[in-house]
């Protein structure tokens, strides 16, 4: 049965790995983990981003400011022209780049009006003609443009898009490249938007501004940095202005190795600067922060000269719009609303500092192998552990996974997958819970009935979880053994009718033996008002000795309990004597044939019970003997005594145990002081120092009975001394 589990529980496992290597290798999708990815990208992106301004590169705005100014978008020709003018002859920055796309004519002039009289009724006019010639270079505002952009380092913008030409008679910019002889993988597009050809012919460089990469969540994480269309190649806006810049011209295409004649792009190098790309020469978007990256100037500011000249001097600058109603808006890892134009910025900036994350064709065999290695872990190596061993491989591979994909992202500037194995690792390990869950439940159906009759179903629990076999077979091991008895129980039933005392017995056993199964012992047996408990069997228990001692310690507060509820009721006050025992003792079913049960025998056990009884004699509720003590170093004890207790002959010293040394007081912790050196003084037969000593410490602890007997021990000793071999030990005479 065990085996016919294991393997349907493998063969989901590899049924669902597989579902999921298929999902990595884009031969299905799984929608809910390119969502969790793009969190996570999104998660690590913002927390990593420098969040500072970059000095380099500047926007100009056409922001609500320079509307009110100036008057609607778009402008006139001739006001552009102005600005061109101002921000190279004045200004005097590096580059500008136009976020904006000049698709139709310039009719704000009146300069088309005038030429339509002239063809109309006037163009035999030569006086007419004359004042036509003589206005036009002031009213041809797109020639205007045109000339200021002319010999300067002027790229324009434009757009593809899927389907056919916006404005067919306008033109694209030159090509970087030929398509015959680069990547056969780049994206293709069917058709464009461009500016007038007057202008882009004036201008010394154009880019596209168009993503058509964007996620399924709508968000700019990547860009595509070159396109075709008719075999040709284009760059886009960021790209073009990057090369003016820093002078590119050329651009060269790095393959990956092995791919050299699939044409498999891994990187553009442009001069020193490498961009990591993947086949569609698609590269992952630096953004620095949040909007504000960079700095905006408004465009009226610019107009009116008022900008400071070293604000501008020497600038990369983007003209965009932040205006409402022409804002270009987008969804960013950064920001869910973004202005289109520093997405731009954000990509310059990156260009400039070299500052790329990748995703190298290397790392799909590399996550390939993380989900094969996560998914063998599971198969064959969880079934062989515990819960606890199970959680806790899976919280270090947790651990792993995430510092070592922060490494790749932080170090080493790698962008690897995350959530797609934490999430195969999360539903592996659901699958090892279902099915060794119902292994568990026949493991603990099978142990409920052998051992069900005999300890309690919270020791069954958890022995169902141990990969230990138990049975009822005698053995012998070291153990903890607890014997609790109600003092003068006798006097108090001889008054109680037989209900009462049964319902008292009742309300006392049951706190106690909740007591013990919260320390995890079990129970042995009730022996009227005594409760016999031991620790170490059938689950083996390596703390068994400080589980019992601390138990013992928690009967205070509920005895305390016990007394208040009695008080209600009229009965009487009770008080409980303790006594615990560590050594070596017989475990195993045991009794005759009419009657079994799981106990525990020997020397070890008779002593416990033993020093139950002696608990009256020092006034103590609890005492425990030397190898318990030895046992539980992090408690705190009083020794009380070496004595000889009937039936055996070797002497024991027994102790009170105080609490977790811990949580002792400072007065607890010099009562155990003083209380070793009496005892010191009384070993060596020092009597009235330690006479003195045990009556300093009986009025510091006038309610102390222990420290009276010593008292009066000594007194008699003092009357009779013992005999020359005296080994300090007592011996008790009863039980």
């Given at each position: 049965m065990f085996k016919s589990t294991y393997f349907n529980r493998s063969l989901v496992c590899l049924i669902v790995t597989a579902l999921f290597l298929l999902h990595l290798a884009g031969r299905i999708d799984i929608p809910l983990l390119n969502k969790v990815e793009n969190i996570v990208y999104d998660i690590r992106l913002s927390n990593t981003t420098p969040d500072t301004v970059d000095p380099r590169i500047v926007i100009v705005d056409l922001d609500e400011k320079s509307l009110a100014q100036e008057g609607r978008w778009p402008w006139s020709r001739d006001k552009l022209s102005f600005l061109v003018d101002i921000l190279f002859d004045y200004y005097q920055i590096h580059v500008l780049g136009f976020d904006v796309v000049f698709a139709e004519p310039d009719t704000t002039s009146g300069l088309q009006l005038l030429e339509t009289l002239q063809q109309l009724t006037l163009a035999d006019n030569p006086q007419f003609n004359k004042v036509v010639e003589q206005l036009r270079p002031q009213l041809a505002f797109d020639e205007m443009f045109a000339n200021s952009l002319k010999d300067r380092n002027v790229v324009l913008s434009y757009y593809f898009n899927p389907n056919t030409n916006?404005?067919?008679?306008?033109?694209?910019?030159?090509?970087?490249?030929?398509?015959?002889?680069?990547?056969?993988?780049?994206?293709?597009?069917?058709?464009?938007?461009?500016?007038?050809?007057?202008?882009?012919?004036?201008?010394?460089?154009?880019?596209?501004?168009?993503?058509?990469?964007?996620?399924?969540?709508?968000?700019?994480?990547?860009?595509?940095?070159?396109?075709?269309?008719?075999?040709?190649?284009?760059?886009?806006?960021?790209?073009?202005?990057?090369?003016?810049a820093m002078k590119v011209t050329d651009i060269q295409f790095d393959y990956g190795d092995g791919y050299a004649d699939q044409a498999h792009i891994e990187s553009l190098t442009l001069n020193s600067l490498s961009i990591p790309v993947d086949n569609r020469a698609v590269a992952l978007v630096p953004y620095r922060g949040k909007q504000g990256s960079f700095r905006y100037?408004?465009?009226?500011?610019?107009?009116?000269?008022?900008?400071?000249?070293?604000?501008?001097?020497?600038?990369?600058?983007?003209?965009?719009?932040?205006?409402?109603?022409?804002?270009?808006?987008?969804?960013?890892?950064?920001?869910?609303?973004?202005?289109?134009?520093?997405?731009?910025?954000?990509?310059?900036?990156?260009?400039?500092?070299?500052?790329?994350?990748?995703?190298?064709?290397?790392?799909?065999?590399?996550?390939?192998?993380?989900?094969?290695?996560?998914?063998?872990?599971?198969?064959?190596?969880?079934?062989?552990?515990?819960?606890?061993?199970?959680?806790?491989?899976?919280?270090?591979?947790?651990?792993?996974?995430?510092?070592?994909?922060?490494?790749?992202?932080?170090?080493?500037?790698?962008?690897?997958?995350?959530?797609?194995?934490?999430?195969?690792?999360?539903?592996?390990?659901?699958i090892q819970i279902y099915f060794g869950y119902f292994l568990e439940s026949k493991k603990k159906n099978k142990l409920g009935k052998i051992f069900g009759q005999y300890i309690p179903k919270e020791l069954v629990s958890e022995m169902s979880q141990s990969e230990h076999d138990f049975t009822l077979k005698g053995e012998s091991k070291e153990m903890t053994v607890l014997f609790s008895d109600v003092r003068g129980f006798t006097s108090i039933s001889e008054n109680m009718s037989p209900e009462d005392l049964c319902e008292l017995i009742n309300e006392i056993l049951t706190p106690v033996t909740q007591t013990i199964h919260q320390h995890q012992g079990t129970i042995d047996k009730y022996i009227g008002d005594a409760v016999m408990a031991f620790w170490g069997a059938p689950l083996d228990?390596?703390?068994?000795?400080?589980?019992?001692?601390?138990?013992?310690?928690?009967?205070?507060?509920?005895?305390?309990?016990?007394?208040?509820?009695?008080?209600?009721?009229?009965?009487?006050?009770?008080?409980?004597?303790?006594?615990?025992?560590?050594?070596?003792?017989?475990?195993?079913?045991?009794?005759?044939?009419?009657?079994?049960?799981?106990?525990?025998?020997?020397?070890?056990?008779?002593?416990?019970?033993?020093?139950?009884?002696?608990?009256?004699?020092?006034?103590?509720?609890?005492?425990?003997?030397?190898?318990?003590?030895?046992?539980?170093?992090?408690?705190?004890?009083l020794e009380l005594d070496r004595v000889r207790v009937k039936g055996k002959n070797e002497p024991v010293s027994i102790y009170e145990p105080l609490g977790l040394i811990s949580a002792l007081t400072s007065e607890e912790l010099s009562l155990i002081e003083q209380l070793d050196i009496a005892l010191s003084d009384y070993h060596q037969q020092n009597w009235q120092q330690a006479k003195s000593a045990f009556i300093a410490l009986a009025e510091l602890q006038p309610e102390k009975q222990l420290f009276k007997l010593y008292i009066t021990r000594i007194d008699e000793y003092l009357l009779k001394p013992p005999e020359a071999d005296w080994d300090g030990v007592f011996t008790h005479k009863s039980k």
């Open positions: 916006i404005n067919p008679d306008s033109s694209l910019p030159k090509p970087v490249a030929s398509k015959q002889a680069t990547p056969t993988s780049l994206l293709q597009a069917k058709g464009y938007g461009s500016n007038l050809n007057i202008l882009q012919d004036a201008a010394i460089a154009g880019g596209y501004f168009n993503n058509d990469t964007v996620d399924s969540d709508g968000s700019y994480r990547r860009l595509p940095m070159l396109m075709t269309y008719n075999d040709e190649i284009y760059e886009t806006l960021a790209l073009a202005m990057y090369r003016k100037i408004s465009a009226t500011d610019v107009l009116s000269g008022t900008v400071p000249i070293e604000a501008l001097a020497d600038k990369i600058v983007l003209f965009g719009a932040t205006a409402a109603g022409i804002l270009d808006l987008r969804t960013t890892p950064v920001q869910n609303v973004f202005p289109g134009v520093e997405v731009h910025a954000n990509i310059l900036s990156g260009m400039l500092d070299s500052n790329f994350k990748s995703k190298p064709d290397y790392m799909l065999g590399a996550e390939f192998l993380e989900l094969l290695i996560l998914a063998v872990l599971v198969i064959f190596l969880y079934p062989k552990l515990s819960s606890i061993q199970s959680i806790g491989i899976f919280g270090v591979l947790i651990v792993v996974m995430f510092s070592l994909n922060i490494y790749l992202w932080q170090t080493l500037n790698i962008d690897s997958i995350l959530a797609t194995p934490i999430i195969l690792l999360f539903i592996l390990f659901l228990n390596e703390n068994h000795a400080h589980h019992a001692v601390t138990a013992a310690l928690a009967f205070t507060p509920v005895i305390k309990q016990i007394n208040n509820s009695f008080k209600e009721k009229g009965w009487p006050k009770i008080e409980m004597g303790i006594g615990l025992n560590t050594g070596t003792m017989n475990v195993g079913n045991m009794g005759s044939e009419f009657r079994m049960a799981y106990t525990i025998m020997g020397d070890a056990v008779n002593l416990g019970s033993r020093l139950e009884g002696l608990t009256k004699q020092y006034g103590v509720q609890i005492i425990v003997s030397e190898t318990t003590k030895y046992a539980t170093p992090d408690i705190g004890y």
